[in-house]
């Protein structure tokens, strides 16, 4: 019988834990609130009673597990976490042993996310892809010659922290003009608020019935959708400036797929066809031919799936 | 005994050719000036004489050549090479079948350097590498998991054509902004002359006996090492510019070491202290740490070492 996996995507709101064939199929899941806060040994707790709840936990062949943040996938150590605040080195795969099954494999969020994508998406079956996570902050993964790339220091793929302007507005990261600062959720809904303050867009204004801080990249969307130009041109120029620098990441990753994930590739076409008419523009031709680009239809998936398969 | 190969550097003015250990060393040289022209059974003709007339012919495994432009490595084909301006399509492999030792392979320039620069410099001891030519244009190499990594099409590391300025200056390659658009060497020297002219620089001035034109890197270089400030600001200038680029790929590829090769890295510390001081304020402190940056001492040797080991 082909071998499972169990995959758990352990966020600050939310886990959830998956039975995943070696091909990337989900055979069951579960997920839970996560209610125990910020505290390791509690939320490990809840993980391992709700894995052993599940109707395959006796014929898994290993545990993987994808956390935001700073991870040393050698040792299984997260360093650091965003979403998860107060873990600072804990050792998640040596706590996890003989609680879970082996071998343990732990890794960030966007790495596991392309590796999802290497299976959901592109079905295992090209040799090069580049996965982008368009939420809060932009992360990315890569996957070079069949196997997940993690670089030097496990640090590969921050897509994010390309600059897009030397001379842009500070980042979070110390750089300036990262590209993340421009499409990061957070960047693109303080545009489109400041935008709304200014009279420019009576549509999200009535959206958010006049609660401006209320607008998100889903009412940026939602109104764009509705023929706001005001909104159309955000994710025109977030399309644009994000296909600057994938034109750059096609020059140098020479990728067969690039796949967008996460909740600001939800405005779906609106971002895509400007990131798509942009890497015409000024990718080599040769290379941006070979690419599709394509917005992930697994979001929510690419998560556990991408855990599971770190042991394959 | 140790398996031996030949290397071959196939350029527009001259052809080297090298018979090289699996470890990279050079046993044995013939360097001869391309007086063919462009004409590829003339230049081939050749290179079988010169390779014929050296010591170890009997002993060789194999046979790599390295050439610039786009090459299709699994047809062993040249598609178009800028230093050839009459090659086009050149089945190079098949042409030289039974005349020189095989397996034969071709890959272009900045691949092959990158590999040489994988032995030479970094002596195979490290997973991740990525190698940078500045001269004319700005190429660039990755060795991945101890592997040259080709991409999906062959055309993977075109550092040259990452956009520095997405509003700046067309570049050849249809972008705009492109690095190599900045610190180029006709654009490195054309930025000088313009500034000579301006009458900014009387050291410069001087150098080339008020021939304006005759402005080089070298010459700035050599300006800039006799206290030249304007000379130095383009250097620095360079240097920065091409240290936002670098910070990127660090954050993006995550390599244990950067090399750079070509004419104008012979300007030393007047663009490598520039570079490193930029990508350590603007790359991520984990990466950049792991990362060491150097201009190769091997330069001239690159291109015929790392063609040897496109066979090995």
Redesign the interface.
């Known amino acids: 019988m082909a071998k499972l996996y169990l995959g758990i995507d352990l966020g600050g709101t939310q886990v959830k834990l998956a039975v995943v064939s070696a091909k990337g199929e989900i055979l069951e899941t579960n997920t839970f609130p996560n209610n125990a806060g910020s505290i390791p040994e509690k939320i490990l707790g809840e993980i391992v009673a709700h894995a052993q709840r599940m109707k395959n936990f006796k014929k898994l062949a290993g545990t993987g597990i994808g956390v935001a943040g ?1 991870i040393d996938q050698s040792k299984g150590v997260v360093r650091f976490s965003p979403n998860l605040t107060a873990w600072r080195n804990i050792p998640l795969r040596t706590m996890l042993q003989r609680r879970l099954p082996h071998p343990i494999n732990i890794d960030n969020d966007a790495n596991v996310a392309a590796l999802g994508a290497y299976w959901l998406e592109a079905k295992g079956k ?3 892809l580049v996965c982008v996570t368009l939420g809060t902050g932009v992360g ?1 993964g ?1 996957v ?2 069949g ?1 997940l ?11 994010g ?6 001379n842009g507005p500070q980042c979070n ?4 003009g990262c590209i993340e600062r421009y499409v990061g959720a957070p960047y693109l809904s303080l545009e489109a608020q400041e935008l709304v303050k200014g009279g420019k867009s009576k549509i999200m204004h009535k959206l958010v019935g006049g609660n401006i801080s209320a607008i998100t990249p889903a009412v940026i969307a939602e109104a764009a959708n509705m023929g706001d130009t005001i909104a159309g041109n955000i994710w025109r120029q977030a399309g644009e ?1 994000l296909g ?2 994938l ?3 096609i ?6 797929i690039i796949v967008l994930a996460g909740g600001v590739s939800r405005a779906g076409n609106l971002i895509l066809k400007p990131i798509k008419d942009t890497v015409n ?4 031709r ?2 941006v031919r ?2 599709r680009i394509i917005i992930s239809r697994y979001d929510q998936k690419l998560g556990v799936v991408g855990a599971a398969l770190l042991v394959k």
Chains 1, 2 share one sequence.
């Open positions: 700073d090209v040799k090069n990315g890569l070079c010659e196997k790339y993690r670089g030097t220091t496990g640090s590969a793929g921050e897509i922290h390309m600059v897009l302007d030397p990261c110390g750089s300036r400036r600057i620098v034109a750059g990441v020059n140098l990753v020479n990728p067969e523009e000024r990718a080599f040769t290379p070979a690419c």
